[in-house]
């Protein structure tokens, strides 16, 4: 490494150190830094592996990223738990795999699903005296089933860790489409009380199904064709909250100016900010200042998008002197799909780009491209730029830093996150030797190997994500299995030829399903 940690004083000695993949139960809390760093976690949504300059992205420039992963890690086997966002979110805050939860993509008004009493990678970083925020999305559910969204709405971000929160409740393509900060919807009128249904309609609000000439993009399914607003029909229906609604053009400024504003509060302590974008999410509506800005159309204009907001963070953290004592984890909440719910032509003006780069299948899919995403970590002087190829997942963000941080885990905390510090600060090059991807089914990396679990997921389903998504959910009623060395894009399914190997792995995730 260019510069050893321990040297720095930063680290605990390598004796002290747990071996990559064990607990931390081993780390004395003598370990503690003198200077905490802050965590800075830029999540963005739906960004697949080679949607960024320095992944290879083709029609559309990313400026500000790509100078995070000149002077950072850029990691090439890196992923999510899970090839959809709310399970996703789930482990990387929880640390722990979603599928037996069986945590599924929530609807606008879903409860939440981590529970008020479960420990989280806030809770734990609070611990560490860390003060910790949320901005942007939040998909993770809210309330216990039955909000009013008139009233406090909790258990929500601040039950779980968080000391503030700015959100999008759900995603930009559900209703409620209003901001929420801390426990209340902003701006939101009393006279004007708002209500939300995903069972039948409410208010007086047009459809896009009744009335399709006031959209500006057509919705490609019914789910996306309820109440209107700002132009676009939305999933469930909305009444009420007319005040407090949102115009999707001015999210870029208004999630960086509640970031920027978080920092700067903070900036005399040690914090922890999850910035989880809105972006590159449908409906995609990247302000009029970054449209044509890509040549790729509205995706690629969000994408730009993106890249500005992240410019305009990383700016903050210089202003405020905070920069180089910042981790920065960039990374996205699962792959790419062009085409999500509306005609916005993402699939005819791609051209050249290759949005899940050589890798097969991309957001929903089975396949590598599900769950293998940009990732990036930023901290400056204390990591060796460069590029790693160890096998790394979000799930193991919070054992890492906790150890980083000297912080002992109890035995049930996060259970599937493992530390891998050292590979994750360019330290050392090994990472995991396995690692469970989830999607409508199961698959499991074992080093080079990737084996994906039978389903009777259905030719329906796959039917669909094909002719509408143009995404191979890679599902098949019989077992299959790829050797990632020489075959990276998943295209000649070995599993005929090693029966063993297959029935071994098998036997690994049944194991990991009952931990
Ligand atoms: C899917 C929606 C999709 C998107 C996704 C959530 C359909 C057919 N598709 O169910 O449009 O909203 O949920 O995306 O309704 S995610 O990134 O938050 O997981
Ligand atoms: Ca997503």
Not at 79 to 103: D, I, M, Q, V, W
Request: hydrophobic fraction near 35%; charge should be neutral.
């Amino acid at each position: 490494p260019l510069i050893s940690l321990s040297a720095c004083g930063l680290e605990p000695s390598a004796s002290e150190r747990p071996s990559a993949g064990e607990r931390p139960s081993t780390v004395k809390t003598t370990a503690v830094h003198s200077q905490k760093p802050n965590v800075v976690i830029f999540y963005v949504d739906d960004l697949g592996y080679g949607d960024l300059g320095v992944y290879g992205a083709k029609g559309v420039q990313t400026p500000n990223v790509d100078a995070l992963a000149h002077n950072g890690i850029r990691f090439t086997d890196a992923h999510t738990s899970a090839a959809t966002c709310t399970p996703s979110r789930y482990s990387l805050l929880a640390g722990e795999h979603a599928f037996r939860k069986n945590a599924r993509i929530l609807k606008g008004d879903a409860p939440l699903l981590i529970g008020t009493d479960q420990p989280t990678l806030p809770r734990m970083l609070k611990k560490a005296g860390y003060q910790t925020a949320v901005v942007g999305k939040w998909h993770l559910g809210l309330g216990n089933g039955n909000v009013d969204w008139n009233q406090a709405i909790k258990p929500g971000p601040l039950e779980i860790g968080f000391d503030y929160s700015f959100l999008l409740p759900a995603t930009g393509d559900r209703v409620p489409t209003v901001y929420m900060e801390n426990h209340h919807i902003l701006n939101l009128s009393k006279d004007d009380p708002i209500s939300v249904n995903y069972k039948k309609k409410i208010g007086h609000r047009p459809t896009g199904n009744e009335n399709p000439e006031l959209v500006r993009y057509q919705p490609s399914d019914d789910g996306h064709s309820k109440t209107i607003i700002n132009g676009i029909s939305r999933m469930g229906w909305m009444a009420g909250g007319k005040s407090a609604e949102w115009v999707d053009e001015d999210f870029y400024q208004v999630f960086t100016d509640k970031a920027n504003h978080f920092i700067a509060k903070n900036k005399n302590e040690p914090f922890f900010l999850f910035f989880s974008f809105h972006d590159i999410h449908v409906p995609r509506l990247p302000n009029k200042r970054f449209q044509g800005k890509s040549e790729m159309g509205l995706r690629g204009d969000a994408i730009v998008q993106m890249d500005w907001i992240t410019g305009q963070v990383v700016k903050q953290l210089k202003t405020q002197g905070v920069f180089d004592n910042t981790i920065i984890i960039f990374t996205s909440d699962n792959g790419a799909v062009l085409s999500d719910g509306y005609e916005d032509k993402a699939i005819e003006l791609v051209g050249e780009h290759k949005e899940n780069g050589i890798y097969r299948g991309g957001k929903y899919s089975a396949f590598e491209a599900g769950t293998r995403v940009p990732t990036i970590l930023h901290f400056p002087n204390r990591v060796k730029p460069g590029v790693s190829d160890a096998l790394m997942s979000q799930i193991d963000i919070y054992a890492s830093l906790a150890q980083y941080l000297g912080i002992e885990l109890a035995a049930d905390e996060a259970i599937d996150s493992e530390v891998h510090l050292d590979a994750w600060l360019n330290a050392d090059k090994s990472g995991r030797t396995e690692l469970a991807e989830e999607s409508s089914t199961l698959s499991l990396r074992v080093d080079q190997w990737k084996y994906i679990r039978p389903s009777n997921d259905g030719k329906k389903r796959a039917d669909y994500t094909w002719q509408r998504k143009r995404i191979e959910t890679g599902t098949s009623t019989k077992a299959q299995l790829y050797n990632l060395a020489d075959d990276p894009s998943e295209q000649r399914d070995i599993a005929a030829k090693f029966p063993e190997r297959l029935t071994a792995m098998e036997a690994k995730l049944v194991a990991l399903e009952a931990k």
